[in-house]
Nanobody, 112 residues
Framework: QVQPVESGGGLVQPGGSLRLSCVPN????????MGWYRQAPGKQRELVAT???????TYASSVKGRFTIGTDNAQYSGYLQMNSLQAEDTAVYYC??????WGQGTQVTVSS
């Protein structure tokens, strides 16, 4: 199973932006489906956004209008562009590619 490597997290002030990347651990690879999830301390992992190569994209209501999911490099890798970040967005973010394995995640902390 493909295992993603997430990166791009960090500490950002409220209202700031981050772009998370999701790169598969093998080549060649083409994204058919991608899901971004997040898990805050003491909470269950929740679905943030989904992408399908047939054009279907969904967002959790809490991030709609602020986050954008997409692919790069001819659908080899994926990203999650996060704008207008809020303290409630603080979590470890994970991506899942083509229903493969979980990666290690990348920490996003929104704090002043």
């Amino acid at each position: 199973q493909v295992q993603p490597v997430e990166s791009g997290g960090g500490l950002v002030q409220p209202g700031g932006s981050l772009r998370l990347s999701c790169v598969p651990n093998r080549r060649p690879f083409s994204i058919s489906t991608m899901g971004w999830y997040r898990q805050a301390p003491g909470k269950q992992r929740e679905l943030v956004a989904t992408y399908s190569s047939d054009g279907r994209i969904t967002y959790a209501s809490s991030v709609k209008g602020r986050f954008t999911i997409g692919t790069d490099n001819a659908q080899y890798s994926g990203y999650l562009q996060m704008n207008s970040l809020q303290a409630e967005d603080t979590a470890v973010y994970y991506c899942l590619l083509n229903f493969g394995s979980w990666g290690q995640g990348t920490q996003v902390t929104v704090s002043s």
